[in-house]
């Protein structure tokens, strides 16, 4: 299994946004180049998440991008469902009527479990969690260097 781009930009994209939460709107081309991510695949990631109601968008030149709610209040797995949909490992966990093996498929039961604890883990990060831990981080890495 692997993360795609759109994912883990999405979430990089949202917790900068929480950084700046309480501020003025941040235009996407300075989240661009603090993220190192390309300002047109941005472009492309805010319209889920608009439509999402995660993000809010003001025009005009003291316009760009806010969070819609407090970091607090949007988890990691509110990005992904909006970026991605619903995480399903496998087809016939969310569909048995796909696979004629349901009932006797003991690694169905696998796929299921696997993905409810993704969904919890996803669900217990908050964007202030991220916040936090970017910050600790950041204090870390200023005293490796005194």
């Known amino acids: 299994m692997k993360l795609s781009t759109r994912s883990r930009y999405g979430v990089r994209m949202m917790s900068d946004l929480a950084e700046n939460f309480g501020k003025k709107p941040v235009f996407l081309k300075d989240i661009a180049k603090r993220e190192e991510i390309s300002e047109k695949y941005l472009s492309i990631i805010v319209i889920p998440l608009r439509g999402a109601g995660l993000i809010q968008s003001t025009r005009g030149a003291h316009g760009g991008y806010t969070l819609a709610k407090r970091p607090e209040e949007i988890s990691v797995q509110d990005i992904f469902d909006a970026l991605e949909g619903k995480i399903c490992l496998v087809d016939c966990v969310e569909n048995p009527k796909k696979c004629p093996r349901v009932g006797i498929c003991p690694t169905r039961d696998i796929w299921s ?10 669900n217990s990060v908050t964007l202030a969690d991220l916040v936090k831990t970017r910050r600790e981080k950041a204090g870390n890495n200023i005293m490796s260097y005194i």
């Not at 696997?114 to 919890?120: M, N, Q, S």
């Open 113 to 122: 479990v696997l993905g409810e604890k993704i969904r919890e883990t996803l």
